[in-house]
């Protein structure tokens, strides 16, 4: 029988109650599919920090290279400077593993209300393509004359050809995949190019240049801040939206509020190259106001945990996990509060584990 061996970070917060949904989720599926699953836990968060002064040992990175994914919960906790935690634990995940594209799925799922009124499944279904290892997260800048009325911080863009050729060239591809089974076709270019920035013209160009190579697919560009406009006033414009690693960071929240609730939203840090394993971690952190309550959505780590199925090339396990989170969605006695619903996580974990074994 196939298996697959998943390092796991659950992290901090509420990634501590999700990520145990979608590992149980994941172990129907396979179950029902015929393969299995074996999950290796690392205790790397800000408690451990907390106790050792590192989020992960040295060696993190390389103790979690040799598995076939990772599936991470949340990094972040009040008390840890979030600089500290994230490039502590996150972003060297992403960096070292070559997780440069970040495919974050925005869907209004049957069963939600999106907060926009008569909006229906039809009109929201796009996908985020974020550029994930540069841009506007670099390491590169730094604060100075400290504590003076001189006192400023520098933080350089960084926006290399070969970075961003490459993560807008793989969204042309999902974008042609998607048409191959019906969608439109079309790639959104987020972009501030009005003459503020080196970077975003640059970017303006690489566009037009893949865009030339991919005549097959219709595209837009749009400053962000209009953009985020369109997300509210016109999701049903939205195929596939490709952005910085800042600006798809912000669409990447928006969308999943427009199609009800970041609680939902899944994401994969994917290695195209495969010369690592990719991480699934849903879109949403910690969560601090509502940790420990037993109240956290569990369905953006169930649907991440399908993205990771997918990925692992159990296409059919992962829809088994998207149609059960669809049958928990129909009732709000098993839907969760930030979808209306009244659902704690458990009863909800609960409901979608007993519709992978329908
Ligand atoms: P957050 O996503 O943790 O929370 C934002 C709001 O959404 C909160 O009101 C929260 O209760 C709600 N929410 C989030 N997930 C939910 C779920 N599954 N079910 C119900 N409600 C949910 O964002 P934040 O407050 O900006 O960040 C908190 C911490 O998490 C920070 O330390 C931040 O840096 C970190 N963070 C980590 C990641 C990650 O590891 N991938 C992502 C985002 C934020
Ligand atoms: C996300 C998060 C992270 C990011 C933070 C926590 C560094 O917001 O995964 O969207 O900005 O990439
Ligand atoms: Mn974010």
Known sequence: MTGYSIATIPGDGIGQEVIPVGQRAAEAAAAKHGFTLSWTEFDWSCQRYA??????????????????????GAVGWPGVPDHV???GLLIPLRRQLNLWANVRPVRLLKGVQSPLAGRTPEEIDFIV??????????EIGGRLYHGTDQEMAIQEAVFTRRGTDRIMEYAFQI??????SGYRGHVTSATKSNGIMHSMPFWDERFEVMATRHPEIATSKYHIDILT???VLHPDWFDV????????????????AVAGSIGIAPAANINPDRTAPSMFEPVHGSAPDIAGKGIANPVAAVWTAAMM?????????????????EVSLESPVTRT??????????????????????
């Open 337 to 358: 509060r930030d979808l209306g619903g009244t659902a704690d996580t458990a009863p909800c974990a609960q409901s979608i584990i007993a519709a992978i074994g329908q």
């Open 309 to 325: 199925l997918e990925h692992l090339g159990e296409v059919e396990a992962a829809k088994t996990l998207e149609r059960a989170i």
């Open 129 to 138: 393509v974020r550029e994930n290892v540069e841009g506007e997260y670099s």
């Open 85 to 87: 935690s994230l490039w």
């Open 175 to 180: 974008a042609s995949e998607r048409k191959a």
């Open 51 to 72: 106790e050792t002064g590192q989020m992960m040992p040295d060696d993190g990175v390389d103790q979690v290279r040799n598995h076939d994914a990772i599936y991470l």
């Open 241 to 256: 939206v490709v952005g910085s690693n800042l600006f798809g960071d912000i669409l990447s929240d928006l969308g999943p």
């Open 229 to 231: 406009a369109h997300f």
